[in-house]
């Protein structure tokens, strides 16, 4: 149960031009239940089932706006011709609407023994979500297994794999001719809606831990995966990371343990924004319908079309260390210290070098008097800077 208020905001057509905001209530309901069954069908072989429902129910009054006539900001005149680019104006409307979804999920789990060095684990689901306002719905398949084998007394192999099918539905979107009855340019916007959710994503790692002496375990870890979306920006997209990783650990007895980690991640196509941003170069002259006798007139969709660029934040070259130790200088003390070091690039892009690094330190204090009170205390900093495009916004063509 969740009832309270939070901020609710609407964006106003071009007469205001600006985001209008109000104190929302809400008053929230999920109703969850899940049930399962398990059972050992064989020695060391574990099998089992799981149901859930899940039902989420806003109670609270949707929040509505009044949208203004439509009309040039500076003379308010031309109404007839702004409100002819509108789906709708000087109407009070709901707005910041949640929806009532519900979603039904299926598990089946399975975990054993192979042998007597040879473990395994594994998962298969099926889930339904669904939007009981607009009736759209999301599907998803997904499984997962790990297998964990013992090659000699001190080394271990741990294989990890997942995958993921998931669908939305897609939706027609009939919009209103643009600048119907109007002279010059008419334009239909309708459209498909196709998800960005449609996805089939695979992954894979293999893991091999081993232990040095008594003291030190060092792992190095390899994986791949390929993220293959259906629709956007075209049906061949796919983004493919390499993964790399080595940890060591470390323990002295009880005074002293840590560990020290690099993971590096190398992805080709990381998910863009197509044509997201900068018109091409050179062009001065706005192209603009040939029958359009009037004086020139430039509308956002034509600008729109001149756009080129893909624009993303999401890294091609990502770097990871982080350590972190404990220091027990006496049975009722502990020091811990920690840091990580985060950098991450895309130069691949035309005219764009985005660059994002990250610093954090660390340091906790644990106090044990006796065996019925615990202090703690700690402090953590993060320094970040970043490197990303700007792009200037051109209003009146």
């Given at each position: 149960?969740?009832?309270g208020?939070?901020q609710g905001k609407?964006?106003d057509?071009?007469f205001?031009c600006?985001?209008?905001s109000?104190?929302v209530k809400f008053q929230?309901?999920?109703?969850?239940?899940?049930?399962?069954?398990q059972?050992?069908?064989a020695?060391?072989?574990?099998?089992?089932?799981?149901?859930?429902?899940?039902?989420?129910q806003?109670?609270?009054m949707?929040?509505?706006?009044?949208y203004?006539?439509?009309?040039?900001?500076g003379n308010?005149?031309?109404q007839?011709e702004?409100?002819?680019?509108q789906?709708?104006?000087?109407?009070?409307m709901?707005f910041d609407?949640?929806?009532e979804?519900?979603?039904?999920?299926?598990k089946?789990?399975?975990?054993g023994?192979?042998g007597?060095?040879?473990?395994?684990k594994?998962?298969?689901g099926?889930?339904v979500?669904?939007?009981?306002?607009?009736?759209l719905?999301?599907?998803?398949?997904?499984?997962a297994?790990?297998?964990?084998t013992?090659?000699?007394?001190?080394?271990?192999?741990?294989?990890?794999?997942?995958g993921?099918?998931?669908?939305?539905?897609d939706p027609?979107?009939?919009?209103p001719?643009?600048?119907?009855?109007?002279?010059g340019?008419?334009?239909d916007?309708?459209?498909?809606?196709?998800s960005?959710l449609?996805?089939?994503?695979?992954?894979?790692t293999?893991e091999?831990?081993?232990r040095l002496?008594k003291s030190?375990?060092l792992?190095?870890?390899?994986?791949?995966e390929n993220?293959?979306?259906?629709?956007?920006?075209?049906?061949?997209?796919?983004?493919?990371?390499?993964i790399?990783q080595?940890?060591l650990r470390?323990?002295?007895?009880?005074k002293?343990?840590?560990?020290?980690k690099?993971?590096?991640e190398?992805?080709?196509?990381p998910?863009v924004?197509?044509r997201?941003?900068?018109e091409?170069?050179?062009r001065e002259v706005?192209?603009?319908?040939?029958s359009?006798?009037?004086p020139?007139?430039?509308f956002?969709?034509?600008?729109e079309?001149?756009?080129?660029?893909?624009i993303t934040?999401?890294?091609?070259?990502?770097?990871?260390?982080e350590g972190k130790?404990?220091?027990?200088p006496s049975?009722?003390?502990?020091v811990?210290?920690g840091l990580?070091?985060?950098?991450d690039?895309?130069?691949?892009?035309?005219?764009l070098?985005?660059?994002?690094s990250?610093f954090?330190?660390s340091?906790?204090?644990n106090?044990?008097?006796?065996p019925q009170?615990?202090?703690s205390?700690?402090?953590q900093m993060?320094?970040?800077?970043s490197?990303g495009p700007v792009?200037i916004?051109?209003?009146?063509g």
């Amino acid at each position: 149960l969740e009832d309270g208020s939070t901020q609710g905001k609407s964006n106003d057509h071009c007469f205001s031009c600006h985001v209008t905001s109000q104190t929302v209530k809400f008053q929230d309901r999920t109703h969850a239940f899940e049930v399962g069954i398990q059972a050992d069908v064989a020695e060391n072989h574990t099998v089992g089932y799981e149901f859930g429902y899940r039902v989420f129910q806003p109670q609270g009054m949707a929040p509505s706006a009044y949208y203004d006539e439509a009309k040039h900001p500076g003379n308010g005149g031309s109404q007839a011709e702004f409100g002819s680019r509108q789906n709708f104006d000087e109407v009070t409307m709901v707005f910041d609407q949640a929806p009532e979804t519900e979603k039904i999920n299926n598990k089946v789990r399975a975990k054993g023994k192979l042998g007597q060095s040879t473990k395994y684990k594994g998962s298969v689901g099926y889930s339904v979500a669904k939007n009981k306002n607009t009736q759209l719905e999301t599907q998803a398949w997904s499984g997962a297994a790990a297998l964990s084998t013992v090659l000699s007394p001190s080394t271990r192999l741990v294989v990890r794999a997942s995958g993921l099918r998931q669908t939305a539905d897609d939706p027609f979107i009939d919009l209103p001719i643009f600048r119907a009855g109007r002279p010059g340019p008419q334009v239909d916007f309708d459209y498909t809606r196709y998800s960005t959710l449609d996805r089939f994503d695979l992954k894979g790692t293999a893991e091999l831990i081993h232990r040095l002496n008594k003291s030190m375990t060092l792992s190095a870890l390899i994986g791949f995966e390929n993220l293959k979306r259906d629709d956007y920006p075209d049906e061949d997209y796919a983004s493919k990371t390499f993964i790399g990783q080595a940890k060591l650990r470390y323990r002295k007895g009880s005074k002293f343990s840590g560990w020290a980690k690099y993971r590096f991640e190398k992805t080709s196509d990381p998910f863009v924004s197509a044509r997201g941003l900068f018109e091409a170069r050179g062009r001065e002259v706005m192209v603009v319908d040939t029958s359009w006798t009037l004086p020139f007139h430039a509308f956002y969709h034509q600008r729109e079309a001149l756009r080129y660029q893909p624009i993303t934040t999401a890294p091609t070259d990502y770097h990871e260390i982080e350590g972190k130790a404990t220091f027990r200088p006496s049975p009722t003390v502990g020091v811990d210290m920690g840091l990580k070091v985060v950098m991450d690039k895309n130069g691949d892009l035309d005219s764009l070098d985005v660059k994002h690094s990250k610093f954090t330190p660390s340091v906790g204090l644990n106090l044990t008097p006796n065996p019925q009170w615990a202090v703690s205390a700690g402090y953590q900093m993060m320094l970040a800077k970043s490197r990303g495009p700007v792009t200037i916004a051109l209003f009146d063509g």
